[in-house]
C-alpha cells in the first residue's frame, strides 16, 4: 500500500505543480501519510447507517440542548451580530456548531492533509477529494494555518463548524477582526460567522424558518406525490396536510417522511434545502433544525419515531436497490445510500403495488424485494 501511495502522491505533485511554490510542494507531498482508518470511517457514517431516531437522540440530547442555551448567553453580543450580518438565526448557528463538533469539544484530530490525500489516493470518490486536498494546500501555503494546527475529520473537515477546505476559500470570514478567517482557534466567533455566510450563500431566507411537523389525514396519506415535489403550503393544505405552526404562502414547500407513513412527517422549506448543502443527509438537516429549535425553546415533536425498527445496512439497502433496477424502477447505481432516485424509484414501486407510496425503505419492503 505505502509504495502504491507514494506513486499516487508523486504523480499528485506532478499534475498541481504549477500551482504552487515548488520546494512547498515538494515537502509536504513528502510528508503524505496514508491512514487506514480514514478508509475504515468512510465506510461507515453515522448519519447514513444508525435509524434517524437513533442519531436525533444523540445530537439532540438533554445535555446538548442545555450547553447550546448556555452558549447563546456567553456568545450573545458576537451573534447578535452575525444574525445582523447574515440573517441566520443564532440557535441555527449554535446547532450546527453542536451537531458538528459538539460545540468544539470534538475539531478532529487527524491531518488534514494525510486524511484528504488517503481519500484522493484511494479512490472511492477520488475527484472530490482531490479537489479538496488542492484547497487545503492553497490554505497552508497561503499561511492562514500552520501545519501543525492544520488538524480535521477523518474526512478533511476543520474547525468548530468542520468547513471543507474549497468551502472555508470561499466563504470563510475574518469577522473578528484580527486579519484571519481562524476557523481553528479557540474561540467560535470566525467560525459562526463562516457558517452564516456559507449559509447565506446557499439561498437562506432571513426570517423563515427551516419548515414544521405536519398532520397527514387518511385520505392525504393514500395520495402521496412523487419525493421532492415543491407546493405552496395552501396546495398541500388542500391534499390533506396541516402543519403544526403557521407556515409563509409565499413559499414552496416539500413534504419529507424520514421514517415513512408510521413517524413524524415535516413540511420543509428553502432553509432546509441550505442545510442540506451544509451536509446532504436528511437525518443530519432535521438534527439541525430539531436542535436549534430545541434551544430555542421549542417544545419537540408531536408524532413519535417508529422505535421498535431495525434499522438496514448499508449493504442490505444496495441490494434493494440492485432489485428495484432488476424490475425496471431503476436507481441509477447501488451505493447502498438512499438518495432521490431511490426515493423515486421507490415511491414508483409502492404505487405500482398499491401500497402506501411513502419511498420508505422499511424492513418488510426491503424483505419483500431483497431479503
Known amino acids: ?26 515537502k509536504t ?18 448519519e447514513t ?5 437513533t442519531y436525533l437522540q444523540k445530537t439532540c440530547s438533554s445535555e446538548r440542548v442545555a450547553q447550546g442555551q448556555q452558549l447563546l448567553t456567553k456568545f450573545q453580543t458576537s451573534l447578535d451580530e452575525i444574525v445582523h450580518a447574515y440573517g441566520v438565526p443564532a440557535q441555527v448557528l449554535l446547532a450546527v456548531w ?58 478533511g473537515a476543520m474547525g468548530h463548524t468542520q468547513f471543507m477546505p474549497c468551502s472555508y476559500l470561499q466563504h470563510a470570514v475574518d469577522f473578528d477582526g484580527d486579519g484571519f478567517s481562524d476557523i481553528w482557534s479557540d474561540s467560535p466567533v470566525d467560525a459562526l460567522a463562516s457558517t452564516a455566510a456559507y449559509l447565506q450563500a446557499q439561498g437562506w431566507r432571513s426570517g423563515q424558518i427551516w ?20 407546493l405552496n403550503p395552501s396546495d398541500w393544505a388542500m391534499r390533506g396536510l396541516t402543519p403544526y405552526q403557521d407556515l409563509p404562502e409565499n413559499g414552496l414547500a416539500k413534504l419529507i417522511l424520514p421514517a415513512g407513513i408510521q413517524g413524524p412527517k415535516f413540511m420543509v422549506l428553502e432553509n432546509y434545502t441550505a442545510l442540506l448543502a451544509y451536509n446532504p443527509a436528511q437525518a443530519y438537516a432535521l438534527s439541525v433544525c ?24 448499508r449493504n442490505e439497502k444496495r441490494n434493494v436497490q440492485i432489485a428495484l433496477s432488476a424490475l425496471g424502477y431503476d436507481t441509477f447505481g447501488a451505493d447502498g445510500l438512499m438518495g ?32
Open 1 to 26: 500500500m505505502d509504495q502504491g501511495f507514494r506513486a499516487w502522491a508523486t504523480k499528485f505533485a506532478e499534475r498541481v505543480a504549477g500551482r504552487f511554490d515548488a520546494d512547498f510542494l515538494h
Open 29 to 46: 507531498v513528502l510528508s503524505f501519510q496514508f491512514l487506514p482508518e480514514v478508509i475504515e470511517k468512510d465506510r461507515f457514517q453515522p
Open 340 to 371: 432521490p432516485n431511490t426515493a423515486a424509484a421507490l415511491w414508483r414501486y409502492q404505487r405500482d403495488q398499491g401500497y402506501v407510496a411513502d419511498a420508505y425503505l422499511s424492513r418488510a419492503l426491503w424483505a419483500e424485494l431483497a431479503g
Open 211 to 230: 419548515g414544521a411537523e405536519v398532520f397527514l389525514s387518511p385520505e392525504a396519506a393514500l395520495d402521496l406525490p412523487p419525493p421532492d415535489t415543491a
Open 49 to 53: 447507517e444508525m435509524p434517524i431516531w
Open 290 to 313: 430539531a436542535l436549534g429549535d430545541a434551544i430555542a425553546g421549542g417544545l419537540g415533536l408531536v408524532q413519535p419515531w417508529p422505535i421498535g425498527e431495525t434499522a438496514l445496512s
Open 98 to 155: 453542536g451537531c458538528e463538533t459538539a460545540y468544539g469539544s470534538n475539531r478532529g484530530g487527524f491531518f488534514v492533509l494525510d486524511a484528504l490525500a488517503s481519500l484522493a489516493f484511494e479512490g472511492r470518490r477520488a475527484a472530490f477529494f482531490e479537489q479538496q486536498l488542492i484547497a487545503a494546500l492553497d490554505i497552508l501555503q497561503a499561511g492562514d494555518v500552520s501545519a501543525k494546527r492544520f488538524l480535521g475529520s477523518w474526512a
